[in-house]
């Protein structure tokens, strides 16, 4: 279990409040959340389950989602025309894996989930992960409640929304509220996708404790280390190296050349390269503006994964710059 810190000292029933955990994947191996995640991620958290650190101020913003989604469940526990909060289970690929939808629509055949986020996650391109989500829950329903999910929406709460930035910028939503379709995939390529990320993370699993096994100890060998040498071979285990986590796993913010005008916050214009900046900022012939360089980041890896120190992507990148 992680270790949990207090480091800006909050009071004792702040940290209380923020460091409860109620949450439960029920009897099963992998949660959807899980599945569609990284191999590495997932891994690392488990092996390194005992050295990481939490702190309680992390927490502030899914538990805000947790209260909000408790909300909904209530508002609607005795709604007949809806379906809340159920957890389904099915098997594939050797795992079984779980899954809970947040609201169900039974007229209108609609699936809501429900997010609390940034409002720039409105404005900008669907998360592929939201995507990937949904459809698998909308399987999961049809495969374990016969149920044909029909739409797929989120239901984004804007934590960050600005009612100034509502009446003056046209593409800013009007509303704290906003509701976002989702595509719906056919069920063939969703159950292509389920089995494709359970048989990764099988194996990525079954390699990485394999090959943790070998490297503590050559002489204890357990049944399922056996099994998984049998099956892979001792030499693809020694060589074993985790899947890199991709650039959407990691939210990857590409590097930029913001065209600035002084006395203004906002860039005037993004560009992808320096010479493309470079050749508007000559056109503007004007001391007014000037280029800035925002250099590319993986958000998550920086700001929200607590396995940075175990991680060799990580270290790796930092050493490269």
């Not at 940290?15 to 949450?23: F, I, V």
């Not at 927490?59 to 209260?67: D, E, H, I, P």
């Not at 892979?232 to 913001?258: M, N, S």
């Not at 120190?309 to 990580?314: D, E, H, L, T």
Request: aromatic content about 10%; glycine content about 2%.
């Amino acid at each position: 279990m992680a270790k949990l810190t207090n480091k800006h000292n909050l009071p004792d029933i702040v940290a209380r409040t923020l460091s409860l955990d109620k949450y439960s994947r029920g009897d099963s191996d992998l949660s959807i959340t899980e599945l569609i995640d990284s191999t590495q991620v997932r891994l690392l958290k488990w092996f390194y389950k005992s050295k990481v650190e939490n702190d309680v101020v992390d927490f502030v913003w899914t538990k805000l989602g947790s209260w909000i989604h408790y909300f909904f469940e209530e508002a609607n526990k005795d709604n007949n025309k809806v379906l809340c909060e159920e957890r389904m289970f099915i098997d594939v690929g050797g795992y079984r894996l779980s899954g809970q939808f947040d609201i169900y629509d039974i007229d209108s055949g609609t699936m809501y989930d429900i997010k609390v986020s940034s409002v720039w996650s409105a404005i900008f391109d669907i998360k592929e992960s939201w995507i990937k989500q949904l459809n698998c829950y909308a399987y999961m329903m049809m495969k374990t409640m016969d149920i044909k999910v029909k739409k797929l929406q989120i239901l984004l709460i804007a934590r960050d929304w600005s009612e100034a930035q509502s009446r003056n910028k046209p593409d800013y939503p009007k509303i704290p509220v906003v509701l976002i379709d989702i595509p719906l995939w056919d069920v063939k390529k969703t159950e292509a996708y389920i089995e494709e990320r359970a048989s990764v993370h099988k194996e990525a699993e079954e390699l990485f404790k394999a090959r943790m096994a070998l490297e503590s100890s050559f002489e204890d060998q357990s049944k399922e280390l056996k099994a998984t040498i049998k099956k892979h071979g001792i030499e693809k285990i020694q060589e074993f190296e985790l899947p890199l986590c991709t650039d959407d796993e990691v939210w990857r913010r590409d590097t930029k050349w913001a065209l600035m005008k002084k006395n203004r916050k906002s860039a005037v214009k993004l560009f992808t390269s320096e010479e493309e900046a470079e050749k508007r900022l000559v056109s503007e012939n004007s001391k007014q503006f000037y280029i800035e360089h925002r250099k590319g980041e993986a958000i998550r890896c920086e700001r929200y994964c607590n396995i940075q120190p175990f991680c060799n992507q990580y270290q790796q990148e930092k050493k490269d710059g």
